[in-house]
């Protein structure tokens, strides 16, 4: 089936996308010509670069040891230096440049999920590894789907208990992580019982689920699309899980119980990450302007529909694209028609509210603060005047400003790259080292 | 492209006629559900024309003046799920098949009943919304063992009259027992000292209007016990299947009736040997094929 890499596109897509429209990388570029606080401008900038890295291990990944360092530096940029545990990281990652498909991938997942939990609520550093994690780990999801998929109840469990609790809700962050986890080991796992209607459904709420946690990451609004609300794709994302792993569970001998346990598993996942988004971002949610509503809600109309063409191109139905604007396939020939749904929905809502008589309240609301925009809270921060011409004196003392602050931010950028532990620059000088000695003496 | 506007056109006209029939019967069912119990315990209820002059006025008030932006979302996500779930098919029986089969999944109409009681009163405890999520969730799983391959509760009632006797019913009756005891729709007394706490809808005839349009999510949630107790009573064509939709409304409101006076619903064991019961038979009946 050709599958396999436009699948690695669509990683790379979403990361593309992360890059394009993070906040903090939209600081950074923004500071290249104005002056923003040190500490965000040189996050931006790790953010950026780790996100970089991160697109050239997936692209790179046939040669599992270059990937195998990649990955290490990614984390390293995304997690501010604290995601990364060289002690026991850097042998999980040379089993997995030893073993790319088969059991090393269990190393390259327990790292990522060690970075993606320390990485706090700190969302484009947990998407990355996420994103890692699921393009690089796939070889091993394809050879050995159930080791993948026990394999990482297990791993994200181990993870949660030897992290550190600030909360309970970082608990259940781990939910966003493994849902995607058992949605590529459903998926390996219809492949190779043969059943295209299983691979296209679970490929399908993998696609979604990413989508929307990458949109949720760029715009933090948007994390009322992950709501397990029915007629909002996170419920879809968890309907479509469930009907892919009981279509399993249904027409295949053996995994009965196993597809049973994991279809209640993804919905359950899906709950506990609406507790997330409930805990979090509840207030942010509902405040603002009702234009961005709209937009919430356009979003949730087109998401499932787009997602599904995609997922039907992606395994040769493409064909059939136009049946996604009326209804959405689960796994097993079961259907839902939401996009229906909402029309109906939408055409009711519209005749039973109040008309918009001008609420005054509503539509002269100042931005919120809860509009964590980036670029709207760095106005409070800003502390260079507008460029007016009133001499190229200021000016240059404006550039020598910024040339200071930007010498200055690079022996900071140096300074937080594992420069700063000399434990980790050993262990990655020896990682390096196995490696090329690993492909010398291939 | 005229045809296709022309059955667009017959669609809706079918809907519409649909809600109409839902709307003159939702007066019976809020005094079937709310009045009756009250007159065989022996207390003085009002007569069923005070039922529907109250809702010509609540009807009134609404189309008037409109509802604000949340209650006009509740009120819109009832009447769709009570069309989805009645299983109608008064004129054009291929609507029933979309509404019936493609929208009328347990789990979702389910969920969306449960996101509006949350939306309600968002301080009812989540430990009894989670158990409810979770008996959802297990329910669908158990009738797609039951019956792989088939969409929505329609599809549960063809299969049933193709292959009677299967464990489908068996494994529906079940489900749908487990769920009327764990039903976590918020009653009339907790909505009420809710609204009263938050003070949110101001008005006294906003707390009205709250109070019919949950109501209305009890109805639904009633229905779709009733749906699950008798699935051969689903879809129905004609005239038939407004006294099958009556018959399943009386058979589940019965269900979370007894459910309630039995107060079985602190037992969690029952539930979870009921679920253990059906997920056997599903079981049994998916290994005997």
């Known amino acids: ?442 | 492209m005229a045809a296709f506007l022309l059955s667009v056109v017959r669609v809706l006209l079918e809907l519409g006629l649909q809600l109409g029939v839902i709307l003159l019967l939702l007066p019976v069912m809020f005094w079937l559900k709310e009045d009756v119990p009250a007159l065989l315990v022996g207390r003085a209820v009002s007569p069923l024309r005070e039922r529907y002059a109250r809702f010509g006025t609540f009807w009134r008030l609404t189309l008037r003046h409109g509802l604000p932006a949340d209650d006009g979302l509740m009120l819109a996500l009832a009447l769709l799920v009570l069309l989805c779930l009645a299983g109608l098919s008064l004129v054009m029986p291929e609507t029933s098949s979309v509404m019936g089969a493609w929208l009328a999944d347990p789990l979702l109409m389910g969920g969306i009943l449960l996101v509006g009681a949350f939306w309600a009163v968002p301080g009812l405890s989540r430990g009894a919304h989670g158990r409810c999520c979770l008996v959802l969730c297990l329910t669908e799983c158990f009738i797609v063992l039951a019956a792989p391959g088939v969409t929505g509760l329609q599809g549960v009632q063809r299969l049933l009259l193709a292959s009677p006797g299967s464990s489908l019913a068996g494994t529906s009756l079940c489900c749908a027992v487990a769920l009327a005891l764990t039903t976590s729709l918020p009653d009339r007394q907790a909505l009420a000292d809710d609204m009263v706490m938050r003070g949110y809808p101001a008005g006294r005839s906003a707390r009205d209007q709250r109070q019919v349009i949950v109501g209305m999510y009890h109805v639904g949630w009633a229905l779709l016990l009733g749906d699950l107790l008798l699935p051969v009573l689903f879809g129905l064509e004609g005239l038939g299947g407004i006294v099958g939709l009556v018959v399943r409304f009386v058979g589940g409101s019965l269900l979370v009736a007894s459910g309630r006076l039995t107060g079985m619903n602190r037992h969690g064991r029952f539930v979870a040997l009921l679920l253990g019961l059906a997920g056997l038979m599903a079981l049994a009946g998916r290994f005997a094929v």
Request: hydrophobic letters at 55%.
């Open chain 1, 1 to 442: 089936m050709p599958f396999h890499d436009p699948f690695m596109a669509c990683l790379l897509v979403v990361l593309v996308a992360l890059l394009c429209g993070e906040g903090e990388v939209r600081v950074f570029v923004s500071g290249l010509w104005r002056s923003v606080p040190l500490v965000r401008w040189r996050r931006g900038g790790c953010h950026m670069a780790g996100m970089v890295v991160a697109m050239l291990a997936l692209t790179l990944s046939p040669h599992a040891g270059a990937v195998s360092c990649l990955v290490a530096i990614a984390l390293i940029l995304m997690g501010g230096g604290a995601a990364f545990q060289p002690v026991w990281g850097i042998p999980a990652l040379i089993g997995y440049g030893l073993l790319p498909d088969g059991l090393g991938g269990l190393g390259l997942m327990a790292v990522c999920f060690w970075a993606a939990g320390r990485a706090g609520s700190d969302g484009a550093a947990r998407l990355v590894a996420l994103l890692l994690m699921l393009g690089l780990g796939r070889g091993m999801a394809a050879l050995h789907p159930l080791w993948w998929v026990s394999g990482g109840a297990v791993l994200a469990g181990l993870c949660m208990m030897a992290g550190p609790w600030p909360d309970r809700l970082s608990l259940y962050r781990y939910c966003r992580l493994v849902r995607p986890v058992f949605l590529l080991g459903v998926i390996e796992v219809s492949r190779q019982q043969g059943m295209l209607l299983g691979v296209e459904g679970a490929l399908f709420a993998l696609l979604l689920d990413l989508a929307c946690q990458s949109l949720a990451v760029i715009w933090p609004r948007a994390a009322l699309l992950l709501l397990p609300a029915p007629p909002l794709p996170g419920f879809v994302v968890g309907w479509v899980g469930l009907h892919a792993a009981l279509g399993l569970s249904s027409s295949t001998e053996g995994w009965t119980v196993v597809g049973c346990l994991l279809g209640v598993a993804i919905m359950g996942l899906s709950c506990g990450d609406g507790l997330v988004v409930l805990g979090e971002a509840a207030l942010p949610l509902w405040a603002g302007r009702r234009r961005l509503l709209v937009w919430v809600l356009l979003l949730a109309m087109g998401l499932p529909s787009g997602c599904g063409i995609v997922a039907g191109w992606l395994t040769g139905h493409g064909a059939a694209w136009a049946g996604w604007f009326y209804r959405l396939s689960g796994g097993d020939g079961s259907m839902v028609a939401l996009p229906i749904f909402w029309a109906i929905l939408l055409l009711l809502w519209c005749c039973l509210s109040r008309r918009e008589r001008g609420d005054v309240q509503d539509v002269d609301l100042p931005l919120e603060d809860g509009e964590r925009n980036g670029l709207d809270v760095l106005h409070d921060y800003m502390q260079a005047q507008p460029v007016r011409p009133r001499g190229v004196r200021r000016l240059l003392m404006r550039g020598q400003r910024q040339a200071r602050s930007l010498r200055l931010s690079v022996t900071e950028l140096l300074s937080l790259a594992p420069v700063q532990e000399p434990e980790s620059v050993f262990w990655l000088v020896f990682l390096g080292g196995v490696l090329v000695v690993m492909g010398l003496a291939q």
